[in-house]
């Protein structure tokens, strides 16, 4: 089946928000759409949807944390579209800007909960660096890896 990748809208928001909560089990859908509205606002360019028929079916974001680094913020695909590709469509768009922007190594935190998704980014060279304790809360640790853009 055919979607198509483009850069997020405010309208999104609320299907995003409900996204959100597969990549964020740890969250709120009303908590976490104020931090996806300000990431899109702060870096508009960062933030993608994926759009099957009419409807937004996944979406990445990333933020520059400073001259070539980067972390990938989330990655979801609604659970009907998982598997078709989109979630790597989503990544590797993310990736082209932002080694376009002279990105050298982006990050990626998986909640523990979510340590499912690890392969998903094997597939893509990422490789885990570490764990980081409490990284989203009070007993929420996350896997940290790790890919160095060519």
Same mark, same amino acid.
């Given at each position: 089946?055919? !979607? #198509?990748?483009?850069?997020?809208?405010?309208?999104?928001?609320?299907?995003?928000?409900?996204?959100?909560? /597969?990549?964020?089990?740890? #969250? #709120?859908?009303?908590?976490?759409?104020?931090?996806?509205?300000?990431?899109?606002?702060?870096?508009? +360019?960062?933030? !993608?949807?994926? %759009?099957?028929? #009419?409807?937004?079916?996944?979406?990445?974001?990333?933020?520059? =944390?400073? +001259?070539?680094?980067?972390?990938?913020? +989330?990655?979801?695909?609604?659970?009907?579209?998982?598997? /078709?590709?989109?979630?790597?469509?989503?990544?590797?768009?993310?990736?082209?800007?932002? &080694? +376009? @922007?002279?990105?050298?190594?982006?990050?990626?935190?998986?909640? $523990? &909960?979510?340590?499912?998704?690890?392969?998903?980014? $094997?597939?893509?060279?990422?490789?885990? %660096?570490?764990?980081?304790?409490? =990284? !989203?809360?009070?007993?929420?640790?996350?896997? %940290?890896?790790? @890919?160095?853009? $060519?």
């Amino acid at each position: 089946m055919s !979607f #198509t990748i483009r850069l997020m809208r405010e309208s999104d928001l609320d299907t995003v928000s409900e996204l959100a909560i /597969l990549a964020n089990p740890f #969250t #709120t859908k009303e908590n976490y759409h104020k931090h996806i509205l300000s990431e899109l606002r702060e870096k508009p +360019d960062l933030s !993608f949807v994926a %759009i099957k028929k #009419t409807k937004v079916v996944g979406y990445v974001q990333a933020e520059v =944390r400073n +001259d070539d680094e980067a972390v990938l913020e +989330d990655i979801a695909v609604d659970k009907e579209n998982q598997g /078709l590709g989109i979630g790597s469509c989503l990544l590797e768009k993310c990736l082209h800007v932002l &080694k +376009d @922007k002279g990105i050298k190594v982006v990050f990626a935190e998986v909640h $523990y &909960k979510c340590a499912s998704a690890i392969p998903f980014y $094997y597939k893509h060279d990422f490789r885990i %660096i570490g764990v980081k304790q409490d =990284r !989203f809360g009070e007993g929420q640790d996350a896997v %940290i890896l790790k @890919k160095i853009l $060519y």
